[in-house]
């Protein structure tokens, strides 16, 4: 099992549309909204590196409001 947080940046006023839209995703963990230089960190996970890569490409960032997403997969050190 992969995991990783995907921190995304949203268009104004479009945070909450994003994250219930995350949150809806049976992949996702957690969402938060927080402020900063990102608005939603999500804690998702996958089975492997290429479906989360997958995940993140074809779905996450195909939502409407969403303008950046840097995606940090978790690693067991």
């Known amino acids: 099992m992969v995991q990783a947080y995907i921190l995304v940046q949203t268009e104004v006023g479009k945070a909450g ?5 995350i949150r809806s995703m049976t992949e996702t963990v957690s969402v938060e909204n927080v402020t900063g230089p990102y608005d939603v960190v ?3 996970q996958a089975e492997t590196l290429d ?11 195909e939502l409407s409001g969403i303008t950046r997403t840097l995606t940090c997969p978790v690693v067991n050190v």
């Open 17 to 21: 549309s994003v994250s219930d839209a």
């Open 42 to 44: 999500a804690k998702v």
């Open 51 to 61: 479906e989360l890569g997958r995940l993140v490409v074809a779905r996450v960032q």
